[in-house]
C-alpha cells in the first residue's frame, strides 16, 4: 500500500521560498503523475501542479510564474518550491498521486506572516 | 478555467436517510480519449481528502456501496444511500479533464 510523507518549513516571512518535499513509499513511482494541492485554512482546494517521474510537469497558471516542482526518481521523492511568497500563499499543502488524488500525503500548514 | 459549481453548499441530513450533491461544470468534461475525469473526495475534519469516485461513477477501492455517482457531460450528482455518522465532511467535486484542474467549492454534509 502506497504512502506518501511529506515534510517542509512550516512558518515563512513574505518574500522567502515555500520548499516543501514528498516521499513515497510503496507502489510503483515510476507508473504515476505526483501532485501539490493547496487548502487556505478554512477553504476550499486548489491544484497547484504535477510532475512524472520523468519530469514532466504541468502547472496551474495562476502559480506558474512562481512554482517548480521536481523529481528525484532515485529517492521516490518529489518536491515543491513557490517563489516570493505573500499572506494569500498560506494554505495546508498536500502531495497526492495522480488526479484527483487516489493517495495522499498527511499535510502541511504553511504560514507566511512577518 | 473550468469552473465546476456544487448544490448545496450545505447538506442537513438524518442518519439513514439518503443524501444527494451536485456538481455541474462550465464546460464538457468529456476528454479527447473518450473518458470523463469527473472524481468525488470527502474530506473529515481534519483530514486530507479521500477519493471516492473517478470517472463519474467508480468506486475507489475500500469505498462503501452506499456511494454512488452519476452523470455526464457537464452534470454530476453523488448519492449517499443511507447517511452513516462517519460520512460528516465535506464533499468536493474535481475536474482532471482539462488543465488547470479544479474543484468545486465544496458541500458540507452536516446531521440534523
Known amino acids: 500500500q502506497v504512502q506518501l510523507k511529506q515534510w517542509g518549513a512550516g512558518l515563512l516571512k513574505p518574500s522567502e521560498t515555500l520548499s516543501l518535499t514528498c516521499a513515497v513509499y510503496?507502489?510503483?513511482?515510476?507508473?504515476?503523475?505526483w501532485n501539490w494541492i493547496r487548502q487556505p485554512p478554512g477553504k476550499g482546494l486548489e491544484w497547484i501542479g504535477e510532475i512524472s517521474h520523468s519530469g514532466s510537469t504541468n502547472y496551474n497558471p495562476s502559480l506558474k510564474s512562481r512554482v517548480t516542482i521536481s523529481v528525484d526518481s532515485s529517492k521516490n521523492q518529489f518536491s515543491l518550491k513557490l517563489t516570493s511568497v505573500t499572506a494569500a500563499d498560506t494554505a495546508i499543502y498536500y502531495c497526492a498521486r495522480e488526479s484527483p488524488g487516489d493517495s495522499w500525503g498527511q499535510g502541511t500548514l504553511v504560514t507566511v506572516s512577518s | 478555467d473550468i469552473v465546476m459549481t456544487q448544490t448545496p453548499l450545505s447538506s442537513p441530513v438524518t442518519f439513514g436517510q439518503p443524501a444527494s450533491i451536485s456538481c455541474r461544470s462550465s464546460?464538457?468534461?468529456?476528454?479527447?480519449?473518450?473518458?470523463?475525469?469527473l472524481s468525488w473526495l470527502q474530506q473529515r475534519p481534519g483530514q486530507p481528502p479521500r477519493l471516492l469516485i473517478y470517472k463519474i461513477s467508480t468506486r475507489f477501492s475500500g469505498v462503501p456501496d452506499r456511494f454512488s455517482g452519476s452523470g455526464a457531460g457537464t452534470d454530476f450528482t453523488l448519492k449517499i444511500s443511507r447517511v452513516e455518522a462517519e460520512d460528516v465532511g465535506v464533499y468536493y467535486c474535481?475536474?482532471?479533464?482539462?488543465?488547470?484542474?479544479?474543484f468545486g467549492q465544496g458541500t458540507k454534509l452536516e446531521i440534523k
Open positions: 464546460q464538457s468534461l468529456v476528454h479527447s480519449d473518450g473518458n470523463t475525469y
Open positions: 510503496g507502489g510503483s513511482f515510476n507508473s504515476h503523475y
Open positions: 474535481m475536474q482532471a479533464t482539462q488543465f488547470p484542474y479544479t
